[in-house]
Protein backbone atom coordinates (compact mmCIF):
# COMPACT_ATOMS: atom_id res chain seq x y z
CA UNK A 1 0.00 0.00 0.00
CA UNK A 2 1.74 3.50 -1.02
CA UNK A 3 2.08 5.54 2.00
CA UNK A 4 0.17 8.03 1.62
CA UNK A 5 -2.59 5.46 1.60
CA UNK A 6 -1.28 4.74 5.45
CA UNK A 7 -2.68 8.02 7.18
CA UNK A 8 -6.19 8.89 8.78
CA UNK A 9 -8.07 6.16 10.15
CA UNK A 10 -5.97 3.33 8.61
CA UNK A 11 -2.69 5.03 9.80
CA UNK A 12 -4.34 5.32 13.77
CA UNK A 13 -5.71 2.14 13.72
CA UNK A 14 -2.88 -0.15 12.04
CA UNK A 15 -6.38 -2.21 10.90
CA UNK A 16 -7.76 -0.49 7.67
CA UNK A 17 -9.46 2.73 6.40
CA UNK A 18 -12.38 1.10 5.98
CA UNK A 19 -14.63 2.23 9.53
CA UNK A 20 -16.28 -1.42 9.29
CA UNK A 21 -13.44 -3.06 9.51
CA UNK A 22 -11.92 -0.70 12.46
CA UNK A 23 -14.89 -0.76 14.60
CA UNK A 24 -14.98 -4.79 13.81
CA UNK A 25 -11.50 -4.34 15.73
CA UNK A 26 -12.47 -1.54 18.24
CA UNK A 27 -15.18 -4.37 19.39
CA UNK A 28 -13.12 -6.85 19.74
CA UNK A 29 -11.03 -5.62 22.01
CA UNK A 30 -7.96 -3.61 19.49
CA UNK A 31 -6.95 -0.22 21.77
CA UNK A 32 -5.87 1.71 18.28
CA UNK A 33 -9.23 1.02 16.70
CA UNK A 34 -10.70 1.96 19.22
CA UNK A 35 -8.56 5.09 19.26
CA UNK A 36 -9.18 5.90 15.89
CA UNK A 37 -13.16 5.75 16.74
CA UNK A 38 -13.16 8.36 19.12
CA UNK A 39 -10.41 10.91 17.33
CA UNK A 40 -12.95 10.31 14.01
CA UNK A 41 -15.69 11.03 16.72
CA UNK A 42 -14.02 14.00 18.18
CA UNK A 43 -13.45 15.77 14.58
CA UNK A 44 -17.11 15.13 13.59
CA UNK A 45 -18.23 17.14 16.98
CA UNK A 46 -15.39 19.28 16.36
CA UNK A 47 -16.61 20.78 13.33
CA UNK A 48 -20.47 20.70 14.30
CA UNK A 49 -19.33 22.54 17.49
CA UNK A 50 -17.81 25.51 15.17
CA UNK A 51 -20.73 25.21 13.17
CA UNK A 52 -23.17 25.61 16.04
CA UNK A 53 -21.77 28.65 17.09
CA UNK A 54 -21.37 30.22 13.86
CA UNK A 55 -24.81 30.08 12.94
CA UNK A 56 -25.95 30.44 15.99
CA UNK A 57 -28.06 27.44 16.53
CA UNK A 58 -29.04 23.89 14.99
CA UNK A 59 -31.70 22.58 14.00
CA UNK A 60 -31.00 19.58 11.47
CA UNK A 61 -28.61 17.08 11.97
CA UNK A 62 -27.94 14.77 8.77
CA UNK A 63 -25.97 11.65 8.24
CA UNK A 64 -25.08 10.45 4.84
CA UNK A 65 -22.34 8.69 3.16
CA UNK A 66 -21.22 5.24 3.38
CA UNK A 67 -20.45 5.91 6.95
CA UNK A 68 -23.15 8.68 8.06
CA UNK A 69 -25.71 6.05 6.52
CA UNK A 70 -24.35 2.49 7.94
CA UNK A 71 -22.73 3.27 11.06
CA UNK A 72 -25.24 3.21 13.83
CA UNK A 73 -22.43 3.04 16.18
CA UNK A 74 -20.92 6.65 14.94
CA UNK A 75 -23.92 8.09 14.91
CA UNK A 76 -24.77 7.40 18.68
CA UNK A 77 -21.17 9.03 19.65
CA UNK A 78 -21.53 12.02 17.51
CA UNK A 79 -25.16 12.58 19.01
CA UNK A 80 -24.11 11.77 22.69
CA UNK A 81 -21.13 14.43 22.44
CA UNK A 82 -23.78 17.21 21.10
CA UNK A 83 -26.04 16.28 24.04
CA UNK A 84 -25.25 19.83 25.22
CA UNK A 85 -26.90 21.38 22.13
CA UNK A 86 -30.10 19.46 22.72
CA UNK A 87 -29.47 16.82 20.53
CA UNK A 88 -31.28 13.52 21.19
CA UNK A 89 -31.39 10.19 19.24
CA UNK A 90 -33.86 7.69 19.10
CA UNK A 91 -31.47 4.83 20.08
CA UNK A 92 -34.07 2.35 18.85
CA UNK A 93 -34.56 3.78 15.54
CA UNK A 94 -30.55 4.48 15.30
CA UNK A 95 -29.84 0.79 15.43
CA UNK A 96 -32.58 -0.44 13.07
CA UNK A 97 -32.76 2.75 10.54
CA UNK A 98 -32.36 1.42 7.15
CA UNK A 99 -32.33 4.22 3.71
CA UNK A 100 -33.89 7.75 4.77
CA UNK A 101 -35.49 8.04 7.78
CA UNK A 102 -35.77 10.61 10.37
CA UNK A 103 -33.59 9.16 14.02
CA UNK A 104 -33.92 12.07 16.25
CA UNK A 105 -36.00 11.25 19.60
CA UNK A 106 -39.16 12.92 20.50
CA UNK A 107 -37.86 15.51 22.91
CA UNK A 108 -34.65 16.19 20.40
CA UNK A 109 -34.15 20.18 20.11
CA UNK A 110 -32.32 19.13 16.91
CA UNK A 111 -34.18 17.23 14.04
CA UNK A 112 -31.85 14.24 13.34
CA UNK A 113 -32.31 12.10 10.08
CA UNK A 114 -30.23 9.73 7.98
CA UNK A 115 -29.94 10.70 4.36
CA UNK A 116 -29.04 8.61 1.25
CA UNK A 117 -26.43 9.55 -1.06
CA UNK A 118 -25.17 7.82 -4.32
CA UNK A 119 -21.39 9.44 -3.80
CA UNK A 120 -20.46 8.01 -7.73
CA UNK A 121 -23.06 9.87 -8.82
CA UNK A 122 -22.19 12.70 -7.57
CA UNK A 123 -18.84 12.37 -8.95
CA UNK A 124 -19.79 11.80 -11.99
CA UNK A 125 -21.90 14.64 -12.33
CA UNK A 126 -19.48 16.87 -11.15
CA UNK A 127 -17.10 15.91 -13.41
CA UNK A 128 -19.29 15.77 -16.37
CA UNK A 129 -20.24 19.39 -15.05
CA UNK A 130 -16.37 20.82 -14.91
CA UNK A 131 -16.10 19.21 -18.24
CA UNK A 132 -18.49 21.07 -19.46
CA UNK A 133 -17.63 24.10 -18.45
CA UNK A 134 -13.55 24.39 -19.22
CA UNK A 135 -14.11 22.89 -22.88
CA UNK A 136 -11.90 24.98 -25.00
Partial sequence: MPPDKKSGLYGVSGVDSDLRF???????????????????????????GAFYVELGGLDFLSFAGGIGEHSAHIRRAVCERLAVFGVKLDRAKNESVRGESEISAPDSKVKIFTIETDEEQMVAVKTYEYSKSHRA
Fill in 22 to 48: IEEAAAAGNKRAKLAIDLFVASIVKYI
